[in-house]
């Protein structure tokens, strides 16, 4: 390797790991290092002069550095950057040309039309021939994906792909139709051997969940029903957490009051107010955070024709229908069920309102835990310091 080509392969490491966006999984120095591995390949089994050889190397180098300025004509914006740097190095105007040419004949559907671009364009599709095209391939799919470019399915990027194999590309030199050719057809044949698995398992799918009556509409109802049950679940698991701190400080009070208030009428226990009342407070607002947590919320209890005919009502949640009567009800029940799109959106603004009660929950649950813990930790503390301070002090007062 020339003095140049060292120097641009420093240059170009450090642009790509400092400068290109992250999401680029494909267009990176990765790549970048197998097409100059794979232009030197090429280029020792091919006759192109010192020169020349060194501008397909700084070639390589050079041509994806345009994706540290966006994926939109790359291969441009490579040409200012090598144009640039290359300047810098002194290197001859009608030399900085020719690399540039060949970084633009790396451009999609582009026919070669000398011996330099057939080898830098076959280095740039080495990885059609080698083992791990399929990982290299999905990196390639999640770049587009990540950078908001195109999505596709699994099953549409290997049909993409089988495309691009049959109906696009090829390679040049003779040296890679002799030894990458091979690679590139076991990756193809491999593609195809995929879709046809694939497309039998399909079929096989298909039949099973004709032959079980599966449908989608069974998936759907699979889904609200999981749900509204987990939401229920969670909202036992918050009455029962609440529950537990009622009785807790409940308990806690009644001991207080019959333990430590009739104490407190004798002055010399008067040290035992400040840490009694701190723990009374923390226990009574404990309770009313859990009294609020398990308190329920009713609603008007009644709706209208229009509300039913624009579909803005849950007929399934009993505050909105517990004041109607039996009668209206029973016609908006029926004209629920004769559109299953309202059908799922009931459902959905029911399971919608169930998480809005399970958040206000857990929040006040949060906060009743928070208080409870912190209250016993002053109370135990108050308890500590009077105890400490003030009792002995007490007692020597007493007389004798």
């Known amino acids: 390797m020339t003095k140049l080509a060292e120097s641009t392969g420093k240059y170009v490491t450090k642009l790509l790991t400092e400068e290109l966006d992250e999401r680029y999984l494909y267009h990176n120095l990765r790549h970048t290092q197998r097409v100059v591995q794979s232009t030197k390949e090429l280029l020792e089994h091919h006759e192109l002069d010192p020169g020349r050889a060194e501008e397909v190397i700084l070639a390589a180098w050079l041509h994806d550095t345009g994706y540290t300025a966006g994926s939109q004509d790359h291969e441009t914006k490579s040409c200012e950057i090598a144009r640039e740097f290359l300047g810098g190095k002194d290197l001859e105007e009608d030399r900085i040309e020719r690399v540039c040419e060949l970084i633009e004949a790396t451009r999609r559907f582009y026919t070669p039309k000398n011996l330099a671009e057939k080898i830098l364009r ?31 399915t699994p099953e549409e990027w290997r049909e993409t792909n089988i495309k691009m194999f049959r109906a696009e590309h090829q390679y040049y030199t003779q040296y890679a139709l002799e030894n990458w050719q091979e690679g590139k057809d076991d990756n193809i044949r491999r593609l195809v051997k995929d879709k046809k698995k694939r497309r039998k398992m399909a079929k096989k799918e298909k039949l099973k969940a004709y032959y079980k009556n599966e449908s989608p509409e069974r998936g759907i109802q699979t889904m609200y029903r999981v749900s509204m049950r987990n939401h229920l679940k969670l909202s036992d698991i918050a ?30 226990n008067d040290y035992l107010i400040y840490p009694t009342v701190i723990f009374i407070v923390f226990s009574i607002i404990s309770m009313i955070l859990s009294i609020l947590a398990t308190r329920p919320n009713v609603t008007s209890g009644q709706f209208t024709k229009e509300d039913v005919a624009e579909k803005k009502v849950n007929l399934l949640f009993f505050g909105n229908f517990h004041k109607m009567k039996l009668p209206d009800y029973e016609w908006a029940m029926q004209e629920l069920i004769k559109d299953k799109y309202y059908v799922y959106n009931t459902l959905t603004k029911d399971l919608y309102f169930l998480g809005v009660v399970l958040q206000r929950k857990y929040k006040l649950l949060r906060w009743t835990y928070t208080i409870f813990m912190v209250g016993m930790i002053l109370s135990v503390i108050a308890f500590f310091v009077a105890l400490k301070f003030y009792g002995p002090e007490r007692i020597i007062e007493l007389p004798q």
């Open 239 to 268: 009455d029962t957490k609440a529950n537990i701190l009622l009785s807790v400080n409940a308990i806690i009070i009644s001991l207080v009051i019959a333990n430590l208030i009739p104490k407190l009428d004798n002055p010399t």
């Open 122 to 152: 076959d280095a740039d599709s080495s990885h059609l021939s080698q083992k791990s095209y399929r990982e290299t391939a999905e990196l390639l799919r999640e770049e587009l994906s990540l950078l908001g470019l195109a999505e596709y």
